[in-house]
């Protein structure tokens, strides 16, 4: 038998605290998740926009034609010797460079126009016989447009010294 004043409360439950219904929670992380997406793509779209803006290359609509004299020759020659033996290539390549400074000297450039740039060595193996290919590089850079055009019109005549001048010797 039941008392009406017992505290049985076991049929009755005790309102919810939340004012979500359980529903909502579950909505919670797609929205979190529709947030970062829209958050991302307007990262994205910054980032296009930047890069646009952060372009600055120059359009040109038209036809004109105008010359340019440089301000700054660069001439970059490239030249090897190959011998049975590394010190016969590497003196090879020492009086190529003294012809090549020579060269230039007779043309009126000064000495520190023209500077080494790099050398390379390659050692080849043919049936047990070596051989010692020296590659150096020398550029020639200078103001004096007129003297550097002059030069590259004669630079056979570092060739007639012996001077084995590789392919891209060339001025820029």
Known sequence: ??????????????????????RAFGLLPVGILA???????????????RAKVADRAVTVRGLSE????????????????TAGDMASAQASVDRDSQSIRAFFAELGFPADALQPTGVNVQTFNN????????RQRMTLRTTDIDRAQKAVKRQFDLVR????????????
């Open 1 to 22: 038998m039941r008392h009406e004043d017992s505290d049985d409360t076991a049929g009755t439950q005790a309102p919810s605290a939340s004012f979500l219904p359980r």
């Open 35 to 49: 947030g970062a997406l829209v958050l991302g793509g307007w990262f994205i779209g910054d980032g296009f926009r």
């Open 161 to 172: 010294r012996g001077v084995m001048l590789e392919e891209g010797s060339g001025m820029a």
């Open 127 to 134: 049936n047990g016989v070596a051989t010692f290919t020296v």
């Open 66 to 81: 105008r010359e340019v004299t440089a301000d700054l020759a660069t001439w970059t020659l490239a030249y090897s010797a």
